[in-house]
C-alpha cells in the first residue's frame, strides 16, 4: 500500500465514544479546499475544517502565494472516533497509529482520529500533499521529512497561528539518540542510512530545518537552496556551499542551536478570512458502508479476508435499496473481490436510470481495464477491451473534466494504438499530473510517454520526487531505475 502512515507522537483526547452503525450520525462539510467527513459533533467539525483552510493559507503565505488560492482539487478527510473506527477503513492499523494519508489510484484522501488540540497526523501529511502540487521538485528526503516536521505541530489559536514549537519528546530525541551523519542526512533516504543511526533522522531532519527556518536570512538561503537542489544541485555539497560550511561545522552548529533556546513564530490569524463552510447530513447508509468505501480504495488489490469482508457489505448494502452509495459501493466491491458479472449488473441497472453519473462510469470503465489485465487477455481481445473502457471514461469525462483517475485510465487505454502517446492522449496525462502531482503512478505513466516522445529531460524532473520518496520502496526503486536509464541512453 502506497500509504504514508504517520504515528501519534501524544495521546489522543477522544471528543466521543465510537459508536455502532446504528447510532452514527455522519456529516459533510465543504470548504473552499477541503471536503471533510465526520461522526461527530458538528461545531466541532466546523472549527476543525476553518483550522484547516488556516493552515493552508499558513502555507501559502510562508511561500509567496496568495492567500485565498483555490487547489485544482479538494481534499477528502475522514475523521473518526477511535482506533476501531480507522480500522474500518484501513485493517491493521495499530492502536497508537493517529491516522494516514493514502494518494494512489484508488483515491487521495486521509482518515484521522479526531482530537482536541494537536492535528499532527493530517497537517504532516498535508504538507507534504501541498508540496507535491505546487513545488514538486526531486527535494532530499531530510527536507520532505523535516519540512512536514516542522509544520505539523502548528496550533491554530482564536487569534493567531504558532509554527515552530516542539515538545519535550523532540529534544529527548535528539539528545539520547545516535544523529546520521551530516552526509548521510543531507544525501540519503531513511532506509539507506545505517540502522543505528535511523532513530535519529526525523529529529535531525527537523532540527535543521528549523534552524533554517527561523531566521530571515538562513531562510533566504534556504530558499536558495531548495532551489539548486530542485534543479538537481548535489543535496550535500549544494548546503555546505551554501552556508560556507562543512560537514563536522554544521553539526556543531546544530548541537549548539539545540541547547540554545528554540525560536518560534506567532503569526496573527486575523490575516486570513474565515471560509465559507457548508454542512449536510449524509444518508443513513454512510453509517454502514462510508469507512468500508474507502478500504475498498486502498491501493493494495487483495484482500486477507476477501470472502469475509465481501460477504458483510453485502449484508450491509441490501439494507439500502436504491441508495446510491450502497448500490456504488457494493458494485465495487463485486469488481475488486467478488462476482465481476455482479458487478456490472449494479452498475448498469444503476445507469440507467442515472446515465450521467460519472463515478459510475468511471468505477465500469476501470473495472473493464482491471478485468482485462487480471485475465491476461492479449492481442485484439485487450484492444477491444480497452476500447469499451475508454467509452465509459469519454462518458464520465463529458460530466466530469477534473477526475486523475478517469484522465489516467483513459490514457492507459490508448496504450495499444500505433502512435502511443498521440499529442491528445500526452495532453491528457499532463492534465491528470496536474491534477494529482501526489499519485505515483500517474507520474510513472507521465514519465513512460514523455520517454517514447524523447523529451528526456522533462520525464526526468516528473520522475524525481518519486525516486526520492523516503517511504517510496519499490515504487522509488523502479524510477530511480528508469532515470538510470534515462540518463544512460538519451
Known sequence: MLSRILTALAAVVMLALVASPAEAKWIRAESPRFIV???????????????LEIFDDLLRFRHGMATGGLPPRKLEIFLVANSPSLRRASPGMGDGIGGYYSASMGDIYAVAIRSRGENTVIQHEYVHHFMLQYFNNAYPAWLVEGYAEYFDTAKVGKTQVEVGKWGEGRVLELEYLKWPSMDDLLSKRFWDIPKEAQGGFYGES????????????????????????????DPAKSLYQILGADAAGLERTLRT?????????????????????????????ADDLLLEGQRLKNAAREEEDSAKFLALLRERAARYPGDRLATLTLARAEFRLGDWNKGKALADEWLVANPKDAEVLRL?????????????????????AYKAASKFLARS?????????????????????RDFPSDNTLQVLDIAFNLAPQVDQVRLLYAQALVRKKSYDEALVILGPVANNPHGGGTASYAQDMMRRIKANR
Do not use: C
Request: glycine share 8%; aromatic share 14%.
Open 37 to 51: 467527513y465526520s461522526d461527530g459533533d458538528e461545531t466541532v467539525l466546523r472549527s476543525y475544517v476553518a483550522d
Open 206 to 233: 527537523w532540527l535543521l530545518t528549523h534552524y533554517m527556518m527561523s531566521d530571515p536570512g538562513r531562510y533566504e538561503k534556504f530558499l536558495a537552496y531548495m532551489k539548486a537542489v530542485g534543479g538537481g544541485g
Open 257 to 285: 542551536y539545540l541547547k540554545s533556546g528554540l525560536k518560534y513564530t506567532n503569526y496573527t490569524r486575523s490575516g486570513f478570512a474565515p471560509p465559507v463552510i457548508t454542512v449536510t447530513t449524509l444518508p443513513p447508509s
Open 364 to 384: 465500469m470503465g476501470v473495472s473493464m481495464i482491471d478485468k482485462a489485465h487480471d485475465d491476461d487477455v492479449e492481442g485484439q481481445a485487450l484492444v477491444d
Open 397 to 417: 469525462f463529458a460530466v466530469d473534466k477534473t477526475n486523475y483517475q478517469t484522465l489516467y485510465y483513459f490514457a492507459q487505454a490508448q496504450q495499444t494504438d
